[in-house]
């Protein structure tokens, strides 16, 4: 297997069918490489001329070393890491192009890095130093990857003596049904909830990049009310949600003035639909209005999709015990995804400073 750097137009070629987040589509790594602080690197692992694994990382740079990320944060990615194709449908030939891949990719980064260092120490000023997961005279290097739910077998980078964690999100099997049939599945209460919400003067429809930005602007001051603070610049949402087009959705719900209540952006991969911005709690008339949104969002799966292949609804936040109370309310699938990283004191204490994974 040989693994090479990609532009954005190898790596929409190289995409599979299915199988990946909406963060690996190109227009998506295209806004990440604009907004992002460091530099986008994509890898591509190929038998002959097919594409068998892929791997978005983002290089940055900081006083303490170096980091190689996948997501890089401060973006709000909830997933990216490697996407895997092989070609045999064989347990055994699968877990060998899992393991070849994660070994060429990892030694091809420090590879890289290695060239970054020799060149700046040349007087190029062209890049970052130190190995993955090695030090270097005085740097680190922190490796951080939070893998898509179809990335299913970490082991490789367990066995690199990298540090694997499960992590849990909520997927609703839309495929083969009606709605009728999904709603019976929902909780009492979330019938009700959206029963009632469809009883008011309250519309929700899709919307534009303006509502896209009444969207963002409800989330940063429900961030502030909670003596939180959001961090995701307007200008990236604006160029991610444009960038995707039909694949970025915005769901509106007004009052009979017209008036802003509540929304929810969502993103589609061929695969499904990702709840990712939005969703504030908001009530209208003693109603809460967000079941409704949701509801929205499953009748287009149903009904609309902007890709046809999409079957499920991802809800997210599985990993708060305060939104599982609500989420669990829809009947969906508990689904792993892992977090791989460096491991170790050394890496302890790197992740502890703020500002060596942070914007």
Known sequence: MRVERLDLDEWADALPADGFEPFHLPAALSAIDSHAAGDLRLFGGFKGQQAVGLLPLVVRERSLGTAVLSPPPGLAIPRLGPILMPTSPKRRKREKVNREFTERVLDRVG????????????????????????????????????????????????????????????????????????????????????????????????EGIDGAQAVYEHTVARYDEQDEHLGLPWPYVRDLWRGLDDRARTYVARDGDGEYLSGITALYSNDAAYFWQGGARAVYEGTSVNSLVHWRIVEEILDDPPVDSVTEYDLMGANTERLCRYKAKFGADLVPYYLVESSGTTMAAAKRAYEFVQG
């Open 111 to 206: 590879a890289d890095l290695a060239l970054d260092e020799r060149l700046a120490s040349a007087g190029v000023d062209d890049g970052l130093a130190t190995r993955v997961g090695e030090r270097v005279d005085d740097g680190l290097t922190l490796f951080r990857m939070l893998c898509g739910t179809a990335y299913g077998d970490p082991r490789p980078y367990l066995w690199d003596d990298l540090r694997v964690e499960p992590y849990f999100t909520y997927r609703l099997d839309l495929a083969e049904t009606t709605a009728d049939a999904v709603l019976k599945s929902f909780s009492k209460s979330l019938r009700r909830e959206i029963r009632d919400a469809r009883d008011l003067d309250v519309t929700v429809e899709r």
